[in-house]
Structures are given as structure tokens and as C-alpha cells.
């Protein structure tokens, strides 16, 4: 008896270094000793909102990715550090919150501080606002953190549990953003929001203008067809350095078992061919981000994803640094 437990135990301890060597190797995804020295965006997530492996799923796409996990698929959200004023800024609080705030604070070589300087969400869809859980004293016990949100997104937050416990608690403070009126962040950052049309259950819906001292960035992670919105996105991707757009799905073949008018995003087949016109250096500056765990362009291998790169778009990356 006395062998049968220690060699069970013996058993025990080498799965567990197993395991551990596991979680070690899966680390290196991420390079924790680059630091950034001039104002500089960062994608921290490029995943849409139920994330990769998706729960539920039974499709190839999901079947090794429940037993061997992708470290680097993140729900979708990109940090902005300004290392001149010493500060940091992330745009949406995603499930993968935990994860997010610490590459964006080990991104920098000044910051001390677990949190960044603000938080910005788009809308009120799970992986765009959820991650704000990991503020309250269940976990972080945070304290003061600015969150920048419209009019609606903020009446939801303070009309619902859990999230107006946080402001309660003062774990975070929130920050009532206007239609196209601008934020002056540091002498070096600016940022705007702007309405775009999109499932507007429990908020408005935005994009982002982020301007560096040098770059500006458009940013929109989710809105349905481009006729819906009010502008034309071909009229303005020219104004931008760096244009961050919906690419949930890459075509209608992943959603056969959904009804597409309850998740109109535009297909990634769809804008490439309304932005064919484009000159190279503005195809240049587009990123697809938001991937369904669907879609075949998060494999950079498959052939939807080489005809995206042929095309002369991007495919966002994690871990991926934009000076500004």
C-alpha cells in the first residue's frame, strides 16, 4: 500500500511539472522583455467576442485548440503607451483582461502600476466590456480606474449588476465620452469616437480616432455592412495612417448554421473588393482584426489568408507594435 502511494504521488508530481513545462513553453508566445520608447499602438487581442477555441463548437477549427490552446488567441483589443508623458491606455476590457493589462504594462520600462491610466470601450457586447469584472474586489479591488464610455454604455453600467457595484466601490470611475468630440489624452495623444450602426441592444456602438504626434489610427473592431454607415469607408481610409476594421468573418461559408441577418458584419470578401480601387499604400494600411473562431485566416498558412496578404491588406497580429 505504502508503494502503491508513493508511486501514485510520484505519478502525481511529474504531471504536474508536465503541466507546468507546458504553461512555460506556451509563455514564449509573448517577448516580455521588449520595451517601447516612443508613442506606439499595440495589439493585444485580435479574436472576436467568444473567442478561440468557442465554446460549444465541434468544428475542426476548434477540436486540438480545446486540448493544446492558443496562447496568443485573445479577445480583441489593442494599448496605446505614451513612454514620454509615462502613460498607458486600453481600448476595450475583454475577458482576457488579466493577460492584456500586464503585456501592456511590461511593454513599457517606467510603469510600476498593474492598471493602465484609462480604459476605453466601443459597446456593450461580452468581449468588448466583460473584462471590467476583473476591477471589483473579487479580484484586483482596483481602485479609481477611468473607464471612457458613451452616454448609453454608461447608464447601462450604472443601471446594472455587477458593473455599478464597481462604481460603488470606486474600482472604477467613468468617463462620459460625445459623438466626434475629441479627448486630449497627453501632449502627444488624442482621441475621438464616433457612431457607427452595429446590434445596439444596451449601448450605442463606436470606433475610434486615435492620434499620435506623428500617426492616426482608425479603429473599428465591430459594425454591421459598410452601406449602413453614415460615411463611406472607401472616402476614408485615405485620412488615416492605419485603418483597424471588422474582419469577423471572412466569407458566408463559416456561418451556414447562423442567420446572417443577426450578425451582419462585412465579410472580409466584401471590403476587399469595395476597397480594390484603393491605391497600394492605403491597402497597405488596412488591418482585418475581430476573427471568428471560424475563420480560416487565423491560420497564416491558409489560402484565404495568403489571398488577404496578395491582395495588399494586413491581417492583425498579437504582440504587433504601430509607432505613432
Known sequence: MRIFTFTLLLSFFCSCNQTNKNKTDSAKDFDFSIKINETSLIFLGTIQDGGSPHIGCKKDCCKDLFLNPDNTRKVVSIGIIDPENKKTYLFEATPDLPLQMKLLKNYTSYSQKETPDAIFITHAHIGHYTGLMYLGKEAMNAKNIPVYVMPRMKAFLLNNGPWRQLVANENMTLQELQNNQEIKLTSNLKVTPFLVPHRDEFSETVGFIIEGPHKKVMFIPDIDKW??????????????????????????????????????HPFIVESMVAFKNLSSSDKRKIYFIHFNHTNPVLKKDSKQAKIVITNGFKIAQINEIIGL
Open 227 to 264: 452601406a449602413k454607415w453614415n460615411k463611406n469607408i472607401v472616402e476614408e481610409i485615405p485620412k488615416f495612417d492605419y485603418v483597424i476594421i471588422d474582419g469577423t468573418f471572412y466569407d458566408g461559408e463559416e456561418i451556414n448554421s447562423r442567420n446572417i441577418s443577426e450578425i451582419p
